[in-house]
């Protein structure tokens, strides 16, 4: 991926709170190579208290100063990532080398606490989730799976606003059923990658943790666990 990438054209509204992360190359450096499996999540890793991000995980596409950083609680006695917003974007990512050929098998956990009001990943003046899973390819595209607050599972957007980044949105998970639980989600992203993009994906470069509240102007609130690949 490029160290420093450019707008072609200046972005809708909702690319801009939107737009992922893809712009990552110049915010994330490091990465952890691939095998039977690989292993995303690290937040044992970290005390309980706001998330360095300095390190591992970083913001992206900028650094930009949130109303509540993210951090690491304890749920029962499991450390957690959690992640809440008022009327803003929230995206952290981890720079990773993930052949989806080897490890195609997406797997994760996430418990959504507040969904953003009238959130719908159809409408981009709404396009706001309470949670969003973003895998970046090499050749600057990406997948990413959603908790939607209206559009039901299955439904797929193809948002545009930057030429230099193709991103898919995927629902997985849609209303308040499970809403305060944790709901594990799989995914087969080689699949995936093939169906939406008709093509042979390249190497994973970013996995990236989001959730949306600025089209909406309302807030959210989810915690993440496990994050991880698996051959199968």
Same mark, same amino acid.
């Given at each position: 991926?490029?160290?420093?990438?450019?707008?072609?054209?200046?972005?809708?509204?909702?690319?801009?709170?939107?737009?992922?992360?893809?712009?990552?190359?110049?915010?994330?450096?490091?990465?952890?190579?691939?095998?039977?499996?690989?292993?995303?999540?690290?937040?044992?890793?970290?005390?309980?208290?706001?998330?360095?991000?300095?390190?591992?995980?970083?913001?992206?596409?900028?650094?930009?100063?949130?109303?509540?950083?993210?951090?690491?609680?304890?749920?029962?006695?499991?450390?957690?990532?959690?992640?809440?917003?008022?009327?803003?974007?929230?995206?952290?990512?981890?720079?990773?080398?993930?052949?989806?050929?080897?490890?195609?098998?997406?797997?994760?956990?996430?418990?959504?606490?507040?969904?953003?009001?009238?959130?719908?990943?159809?409408?981009?003046?709404?396009?706001?989730?309470?949670?969003?899973?973003?895998?970046?390819?090499?050749?600057?595209?990406?997948?990413?799976?959603?908790?939607?607050?209206?559009?039901?599972?299955?439904?797929?957007?193809?948002?545009?606003?930057?030429?230099?980044?193709?991103?898919?949105?995927?629902?997985?998970?849609?209303?308040?059923?499970?809403?305060?639980?944790?709901?594990?989600?799989?995914?087969?992203?080689?699949?995936?990658?093939? +169906?939406?993009?008709?093509?042979?994906?390249?190497?994973?470069?970013?996995?990236?943790?989001?959730?949306?509240?600025?089209?909406?102007?309302?807030?959210?609130?989810?915690?993440?666990?496990?994050? +991880?690949?698996?051959?199968?």
């Amino acid at each position: 991926m490029e160290r420093y990438l450019r707008r072609r054209r200046a972005p809708t509204r909702s690319a801009a709170s939107g737009a992922l992360a893809v712009l990552l190359a110049a915010a994330l450096v490091g990465g952890a190579g691939a095998g039977a499996g690989v292993r995303v999540d690290n937040w044992d890793s970290y005390p309980a208290g706001p998330l360095d991000l300095a390190s591992v995980w970083r913001p992206y596409p900028s650094a930009p100063a949130f109303k509540h950083a993210p951090a690491i609680v304890l749920d029962g006695a499991r450390p957690v990532l959690s992640l809440r917003t008022e009327n803003e974007p929230m995206r952290i990512g981890r720079a990773i080398t993930i052949d989806p050929r080897q490890t195609p098998w997406l797997t994760w956990e996430w418990k959504a606490l507040v969904l953003p009001e009238g959130g719908d990943v159809r409408n981009t003046r709404r396009n706001d989730q309470a949670g969003r899973v973003m895998v970046v390819f090499a050749g600057m595209k990406g997948l990413a799976y959603v908790w939607d607050t209206t559009a039901p599972v299955g439904v797929e957007s193809r948002p545009d606003g930057f030429d230099i980044f193709q991103r898919a949105l995927i629902v997985v998970r849609s209303g308040t059923e499970r809403l305060g639980q944790w709901d594990r989600q799989r995914r087969n992203v080689y699949a995936d990658y093939r +169906r939406v993009f008709d093509e042979e994906p390249r190497e994973i470069k970013l996995v990236g943790l989001e959730t949306h509240s600025n089209d909406t102007h309302t807030r959210t609130a989810v915690l993440f666990g496990g994050v +991880r690949f698996d051959a199968r």
